[in-house]
T-cell receptor, first 115, second 112 residues
Framework: AQSVTQLGSHVSVSEGALVLLRCNYS??????LFWYVQYPNQGLQLLLK??????LVKGINGFEAEFKKSETSFHLTKPSAHMSDAAEYFC?????????????FGTGTRLKVLA | DAGVIQSPRHEVTEMGQEVTLRCKPI?????LFWYRQTMMRGLELLIY????????DSGMPEDRFSAKMPNASFSTLKIQPSEPRDSAVYFC??????????FGSGTRLTVV
């Protein structure tokens, strides 16, 4: 069964610093991987996704993530943090080739950006 | 498109009462998902539908919970009777398989 582990429930960075949010997954088949962002009192919004092809995926708001099969990782990065990036971030995995289409979400990482 | 629409946004009810949460998915999306979010358990998948048919309801916590999708544009999640431990934010999401889920804004349920 697929699973997702997000290391660090809280991450703090200074404005302008690199953002690195970690995600490791477990999957028995080639996975689809996703990052979502949740702002307070809102639903989750898709940041980026990996399905097939290029392993470096670019998303909205300057975020990107790299699929590394050998490390079973899909870490989210942004070169320079902005105050507006403060939110909760969720990594998710699905196994479309197994016949199911449900996503399994990680427990989330709350990003704090310090002025 | 207006996105996934959930109602109500907030619901406060007394223990033992019936609660019905509603969701209108994006037109053309053939998958619909119900999630529950709490501080303790994070995001939990309760049930999902494909073409209005329930595919996996293994996440529904108890028989007090039920979900229906009578047509492609409407789904309900019902809790009867409600209990304080059901207090959470309930999200509906829809998808067409290709572009990832689109989530609604959620219903914050408080059972007192």
């Amino acid at each position: 069964a697929q699973s997702v582990t997000q290391l660090g429930s809280h991450v703090s960075v200074s404005e302008g610093a690199l953002v690195l949010l970690r995600c490791n997954y477990s999957s028995s088949v080639p996975p689809y991987l996703f990052w979502y962002v949740q702002y307070p009192n809102q639903g989750l919004q898709l940041l980026l996704k990996y399905t097939t092809g290029a392993t470096l995926v670019k998303g909205i708001n300057g975020f990107e993530a790299e699929f590394k099969k050998s490390e079973t990782s899909f870490h989210l990065t942004k070169p320079s943090a902005h105050m507006s990036d403060a939110a909760e971030y969720f990594c998710a995995v699905s196994e479309p080739t197994s016949g199911t289409y449900k996503y399994i979400f990680g427990t989330g990482t709350r990003l704090k950006v310090l002025a | 498109d207006a996105g996934v629409i959930q109602s109500p946004r907030h619901e406060v009810t007394e223990m033992g009462q019936e609660v019905t949460l509603r969701c209108k998915p994006i037109s053309g999306h053939d998958y619909l998902f119900w999630y529950r979010q709490t501080m303790m358990r994070g995001l939990e998948l309760l049930i999902y539908f494909n073409n209005n048919v329930p595919i996996d309801d293994s996440g529904m916590p108890e028989d007090r919970f039920s979900a229906k999708m009578p047509n492609a544009s409407f789904s309900t999640l019902k809790i009867q009777p409600s209990e304080p431990r059901d207090s959470a934010v309930y999200f509906c999401a829809s998808s067409d398989r290709h572009y990832g889920y689109t989530f609604g804004s959620g219903t914050r349920l408080t059972v007192v």
